[in-house]
């Protein structure tokens, strides 16, 4: 199951969630190793929660999850730190170090993990930089980027130490079609390149159908599909079809049975300014 | 189940959680002050990033610094002069000027200064951090965040505090005599006699482990507070910023004059 450089990631049982809450309940899973698998659900279903917990940020209320060969619930505290190492992750707004240059975010896991002189760390950041396009940017700051930028900014701090496993959580959201579109050919490009096993946490379907080998579906709480991205496509499930074909669910809208609002309860009396707008 | 909701709001029950919670808080802040502690020297890096927080905690307090210790000690001055006048004994005011500084003024004045200074955005740098996941995005690439983020700034509140209590201390003197003698023409040889003659070192090592006590309380107050923003119950988001920035500076101060009460008590 578990190969050296692009490890499958199992998840067995598992309950993820704060305190004592349970978000999602009952995952069962193997994300494939050199693929990228995209975990898929509603605003607010726990994807995004699920992600932190593959990534050691919480413990899981119950199962476990495996990373190749390695159980996280038994690895002790130096062998998570080496698997950090051997992760890369691109947060939703990027989560880039305000205080720091771009060059200086990107190079911050070198200076911190590896022996390499400033002349070489350089070398790579620049390299790394210019495979998301943004070697023009070093010596910006995160606040003199787009949202966009940030994102691939993050994506190549993610990419700089060649980690075998990639996460991704939202690349897409806020981004308009044509930058969306940029970034998911940019993570089939680095699948391709660097053989690597990614995970992306997402709730945009286009981005889904271009990038998606294998889909985890969640929703009530729970796993609702997992399997390729062809077999979600063909499912005949009613909520995963609604969900696929972006259909709304059948409700009587308040709004729509609600009288219009009576503008003389206005405290500005508009009307004198604008006229009958 | 009715059980647990009378329980849940009986005054009892109430003090028992606040109780526990106070318990548990004090108990994280003592580990995260040794975390912090041990990290200071984990690697060579640390030491640059000290040297940035000096800057920030130091140097950019020298202005704040200056005027708070020059009125202070202005009006130390006129008091001092005021009330030894009645007694006829205005000679002796470069000694209480020099005292009142030296072992109690000095080193809680700048610490309250430099809690709101650079205190307070501590706690909101950490706290924005904390809240858009660049806390969670050091964790997944194994750098610790506290021996990052609080350390630096730990060992550089060690390094200025003293620094900035002892220029606070000298400002105020030169304060005392603008009004005590180039005011009220007391007479300047006299004014610094005093303060030789009456100064001993106990006091002025007394007001400077005061100082490093205090910069321990402030740093590990306002980072502490920043770390844990997203725990806070009273809010979140951008007004739990605010909210630990407003909690960082009251604890600190009240920290401050706690601590100051006690180690005057053990130091004279």
Redesign the interface.
């Known amino acids: 199951m578990a190969r050296d450089k692009t490890p499958d990631i199992l998840l067995e049982g598992l309950t993820v969630g704060y305190g004592k809450t349970a978000v999602v309940s009952g995952i069962d899973a193997v994300l494939p190793g050199g693929k990228i698998s995209v975990i898929l659900g509603g605003s607010g279903c726990g994807k995004s929660t699920l992600l ?1 917990h593959i ?3 919480h413990p899981p209320l119950a199962g476990r999850i495996m990373i190749g060969s390695h159980d996280l619930n038994k690895l002790d505290r130096r062998g998570k ?1 080496c698997l ?2 051997r ?1 890369g ?1 691109l ?3 990027g ?5 720091l240059s771009l060059g200086d975010n990107v190079a ?2 070198l ?3 590896t022996r390499m002189d400033e002349k070489t760390i350089r070398e790579r950041v620049l390299d790394k930089l210019a495979l998301v396009g943004l070697d023009e940017f070093y010596d910006y700051y995160p606040n003199e980027l787009s949202g966009g930028m940030r994102k691939r900014a993050g994506l190549a ?1 993610g990419m700089v130490m060649d980690p075998p496993l990639l996460f991704c959580d939202e690349p897409t959201s806020g981004l308009d079609p044509v930058t969306a579109a940029e970034l998911d050919q940019l993570l089939l490009e680095l699948k391709k390149s660097f053989d690597m096993t990614m995970v992306v946490v997402s709730h945009d379907l286009d981005s889904m159908r271009a990038i998606a080998d294998h889909v985890v579906v969640l929703g009530d709480g729970r796993v609702l599909f997992n399997g390729l991205r062809d077999e979600l496509e063909a499912t005949t499930d009613d909520y995963l079809r609604r969900f696929l074909d972006r259909q709304a669910a059948a409700r009587t809208s308040p709004r729509l049975t609600m009288p219009a609002l009576d503008f003389n309860v206005m405290k500005r009396d508009c009307s004198k300014y604008l006229g009958e707008v | 189940m009715i059980h647990g909701r009378r329980s849940q709001f009986s005054p009892i029950a109430h003090l028992g959680e606040a109780t526990l919670r106070f318990v548990g808080d004090t108990g994280a802040m003592f580990l995260f002050l040794a975390e912090a502690s041990v990290r200071i020297f984990s690697s060579l890096g640390q030491f640059h990033k000290m040297v940035r927080q000096v800057y920030f905690i130091g140097v950019k307090s020298i202005s704040v610094i200056t005027l708070i210790g020059l009125f202070t000690g202005m009006v130390i001055g006129l008091q001092m002069h005021y009330a030894l006048s009645k007694f006829g004994a205005e000679g002796f005011l470069g000694a209480a000027v020099a005292l009142s500084l030296v072992r109690e003024l000095g080193p809680v004045l700048t610490a309250i200064m430099i809690t709101g200074r650079a205190g307070s955005s501590m706690t909101a740098e950490i706290g924005v951090m904390r809240i858009t996941e660049q806390v969670d995005a050091l964790r997944v690439m194994d750098i610790n965040p506290i021996g990052y983020l609080v350390s630096p700034k730990l060992a550089a509140s060690i390094i200025c505090f003293p620094i900035l209590t002892a220029f606070f201390d000298l400002v105020g003197m030169a304060g005392g005599y603008l009004t005590g003698v180039l005011l009220l023409g007391g007479n300047e040889g006299v004014y610094f006699y005093r303060i030789q003659a009456y100064m001993k070192m106990s006091d002025v090592s007394g007001g400077f482990i005061k100082s490093l006590v205090f910069a321990v309380v402030v740093c590990t107050v306002s980072c502490f507070m920043g770390y844990y923003t997203h725990t806070r119950r009273d809010a979140v988001g951008p007004e739990a910023v605010s909210q630990a920035t407003t909690a960082g500076v009251v604890t600190s101060c009240i920290l401050i004059l706690l601590a100051d009460y006690i180690l005057t008590s053990l130091l004279f």
């Open positions: 932190k990534l050691m940020l730190h950090r190492q992760m992750v947060f939703q707004d989560a880039l170090l305000g205080s911050l896991p200076r911190e993990h701090r």
